[in-house]
């Protein structure tokens, strides 16, 4: 599904979110400003798509450190994901075909992990977290942004329509992809509340747990500390 998606990705985020995407990629970017400030931090970005997280993490880490940065390492399962990837990242980007459920580093090898409209994906939310920290190096941050669902009265109500009803038709018509954006609506319906993610974080040994919505709730930004 993510292989059909791929060609049109990019525009249908920036289509179906009128741009809002860029500014949450940013925020989850300026959260962790202070990992990325150290230039010899390794930063993971997993489920990283096209690469406009990777791509928006090496911007603010060149900003930050100037070209002594480590690259940042992307990575994906889906090889049509990652030739978009290619396409936008600097040379240096190290791009890496990997399953982020087993992913193929060595424990406590990573300084910072961002996940950004993947984690929702994955198909065990507890391992996966156990996975993060195992790669985690002590006092290494793990940056999850998702999708999740506005309780803000009048605005959730007009929001769920376009999700629900508007979302999905302009999805799966311009994507060509079958019913991929469907999916993308049923997907975030059964997703973990910020509260229930929260906790699942803990419970995989991650510490200094907060999360911001965003957007008045249509995302969520979680960022956790391995001790
Ligand atoms: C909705 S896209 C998000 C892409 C990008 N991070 C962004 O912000 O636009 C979800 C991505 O997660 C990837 N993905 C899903 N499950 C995965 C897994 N188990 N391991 C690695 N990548 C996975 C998909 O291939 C897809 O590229």
Partial sequence: MFGRVAPRYDLLNRLLSGRVDVYWRNRLTKAVRSTLSQPQARVLDLCCGTGDVALALERERMRLCGPVARPVIASDFCRPMLDGAQRKLRT??????????????????????????????????????????????PNGRVAILEFSQPTLPGFAQVFDLYFKQVLPRIGNAVSGAGDAYSYLQRSVDRFLTPEELGVAMQRAGLRDVFFERLTFGVSCLHVARRP
């Fill in 92 to 137: 240096a980007t190290g791009l890496l075909e990997a399953d982020a459920m087993r992913f193929p580093l060595p424990d406590a090898s990573v300084d910072l992990i961002t996940v950004a409209f993947g984690f929702r994906n994955l198909a065990n939310y507890s391992a996966a977290l156990e996975e993060f920290a195992r790669l985690l190096a």
